[in-house]
Every structure is written in C-alpha cells, then in structure tokens.
C-alpha cells in the first residue's frame, strides 16, 4: 500500500501542469446546466486520450467512465465531479477569464472536473497496482433543479456494474488549498423552492375601499411565515425559510393584481421538510383568505439533505490522514447550503467531503457563487491524488 500511495502522491504532482491546463479550459467556457455539451466532449477526448472506455450522453451531457484494475468484479466504487457553471458575469482579470459572457465557473466545478480526470490518469497509470473497479461520474445540473445526479441515477449509473460507495469533492474557500474538511452524518441542508403568487383585486391607491391590496397581503403572509421556522419545528432540528424575492409591480398610486414571493426552504429531517411545506402553505393561503385575497403556493421539492455515510467517511478520513498528514485533515460544521450529491447518499454509502482551495497569501478568497471567485490550483494536486486514493483504497 505505502507503494500505491506513493505512486498515486508522484502521479498526482507530474499530472499537475496538464490538470491547471485543463481546469483553465473549462473555466474560459463555462456552459450552464444540462449545456454542458463542450464540456462533455473535452472529457470525453481527454478520455480517449488516456484509453479510458466511457458512455456519453448519460442525462444528456453526462459522462460515466470505467477504470478497472486487478479482479475487476471484487470492488466496485465511484467518483463524482459535477460540470456545470452559473450565470455569473466574472470580474477576475486573468487569463483564462470566461469567454463565455454572463457564465462563470463560479462554484469550482471546472475544477472538480479537471481533478476528476487527473485522477483518471494517476489510476489508470497504476492499474495493476489496485484492485476492483472504479467508475467516474462526470454529471451535469448541480447547480439547477432536478440536477443531475437524480437523473443519471435513474438512468442507471449506479448499476452494471452496481456500485458499492461514491465519493464527491467540493472546493472550499475558506480552507486553506493542501487541506481537506471532513464531517460524517448529515452535513448539508435540503432545498426546496417556494413560489407564492399572492391575488387581490388592484386599483387606484387612493381608493382602498375598492381594492384588495395584495402588497399588504404580502407583507402579512412574509411575518406569519417566520413562525414556521420560530414556533412549529423543533428547535433541535436546523431549519431556514428565506424570501429573496418580492415583486409588485405597482406604483405609487397603484396597486397591482398580483405580488409574487419567492424563497427557499431548508432542513435536515425528511418528515419535518414535508410537514413544513403543508405550514407555508395553509399560513400564506389562510392569510390571504383572512384579508379577502387569495394565495397560490408552488413548492418545487429539491434536493434532500446530505448524509455521509458514518462508516465511510471514518474510513476516508483516516485513508485522507494517511495520504496528507492529520493536520491537513480538519472537521467541518454542518452547513445550510444544498447539493444534488445528497441523491446518491439515498441509494448507497456515499461521503461528500471539501477540497481546501483558498490562500489567503494569494489574496484566494472569494466565496463560491461571486464573480471574483477563483481557487488555488496548487489544490488540483490534494484533490486528485485523494480522489484516486481513496477509489483504490477505500
Ligand atoms: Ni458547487
């Protein structure tokens, strides 16, 4: 094994130049969700260039390849790297700034891709060194509902050959690039969308006593809302209901028809999301009823939360000791934010860990899904070779 981990430590250092080239290209074309075709075809190249067999157009621009060692049929694990950008306009000047205008890789998955496939290479380079299979999951739609990884699930990726456990990798800002974070059990939130389109009857503003004022009914329905989070889930169990958008295109002397409210609802207990969906909407369609208007409610149901699986990731964080020393190896706080990722914790063992990209000493420190975001790409280095460890060894 000390072999295999040495080899995977070299492999990962000498793939490092032609991983920053690749993880450049992407980031100069970004393509957003379920578009991913260029990307896609510039995985599926890199594929071919390694001998590496694989399957395209897997929930449209998906990609699954395979890498098998010694006893291909005795272990069967996966790797997932998502590909698609935001629609973000990029404010870094630097030479691979998106060309693509208003779509930025803004969320690093340029570099999950390209870490994904130096890993590719540093494991197919050392195939008769590991034993089973590995599958590498290049998904699109992380960023966008139903994602992706719901759709490549049932469209088989999981199965022939069935796999036993996945890893996904996300950078992470605020950890400094050579570490990685860690956190068993349920460490991302749900996410869930709320559309309310909030009726009344408009009007001139100076006659009240004619209309039913939906703009009112609005501000109402957004304050007994905050009860949902305050008085009805039990304050052990994390929960978040945010509104980021009011739209009421009145004016000063009008009042409008219609108002709209959208918002997000987060939680970690699958039986709480769903019974704090039917709150929203009785409290917002109760409000507007109360004031002689009426509200229509559109839950989109998102992603569920992700749980790592207890025992995988205790194994990957010892394997990840082995590999980068204890000290790069940090625990990591529940957080709110979502991830698609959680759809492959339903069907089998899986553990969603962070890549350390940040450096403040390169002023590296944008948080994801802001236009001056950007990673260290001395990270490509931890990220791939942990990747590839972990595949061959866990
Ligand atoms: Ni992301």
Redesign the pocket.
């Known amino acids: 094994m000390t072999t295999l981990k040495n080899r995977i430590k070299e492999g990962s250092r000498k793939v490092f130049p032609e991983m920053r080239a690749w993880r450049r290209h992407l980031h100069m074309y970004p393509e957003l969700a379920f578009q991913e075709f260029e990307s896609a075809r510039f995985i599926a190249e890199r594929l071919t260039e390694m001998g590496i067999n694989y399957r395209e157009g897997i929930a449209k621009t998906g990609i699954v390849a395979i890498i098998e060692g010694k006893d291909p049929a005795t272990r069967v694990v996966a790797l997932r790297a998502?590909m698609d950008a935001l629609p973000i306009e990029e404010k870094n000047e630097v030479p691979y700034r998106s060309q693509n205008k208003g779509v930025m890789h803004a969320?690093?998955?340029d570099a999950h891709t390209a870490s994904l496939l130096g890993a590719a290479k540093i494991l197919k380079e050392c195939a008769e060194e590991w034993t089973g299979t590995v599958k590498l999951i290049f998904q699109p739609s992380?960023?966008k509902l139903p994602g992706g990884a719901s759709v490549m699930i049932r469209e088989g990726v999981l199965k022939n050959p069935e796999v036993a456990r996945i890893w996904g990798q996300?950078v992470h800002p605020p950890l400094v690039a050579g570490k990685v974070g860690m956190r068993a059990g349920p460490y991302m939130a749900s996410a869930d969308e709320i559309y309310l389109t909030i009726k009344g009857k408009g009007g001139h503003a100076a006659l009240p006593q004619n209309v039913i004022d939906p703009v009112l009914i609005s501000a109402h329905i957004l304050l007994a809302l905050q009860q949902i989070v305050s008085r009805k889930s039990n304050p052990l169990t994390p929960s978040v209901l945010s509104f980021g958008k009011l739209m009421a295109e009145g004016a000063t002397n009008v009042i409008p028809d219609r108002v709209f409210l959208e918002g997000t609802f987060r939680t970690f207990d699958e039986e709480w999301r769903f019974e704090a969906h039917q709150w929203i909407e009785k409290i917002a369609r109760d409000t507007a009823r109360a004031m002689g208007g009426d509200c229509e409610v559109d839950i989109r149901v998102g992603y569920p939360y992700v749980h790592n699986d207890e025992a995988l990731t205790k194994k990957s964080r010892q394997l990840a000791e082995e590999l980068l020393g204890a000290e790069n190896v940090v625990d990591l706080p529940q957080r709110m934010t979502g991830?698609d990722f959680a759809f492959y914790g339903r069907e089998i063992p899986a553990c969603f860990y962070r890549l350390g990209t940040g450096n403040p000493e390169k002023n590296i420190l944008s948080p994801?899904h802001s236009a001056t975001f950007d990673i260290d790409e001395e990270a490509l280095i931890t990220g791939a070779a942990l990747e590839a460890w972990l595949a061959a060894a866990g």
């Open positions: 998502d969320c690093g998955h992380e960023e996300h991830e994801i």
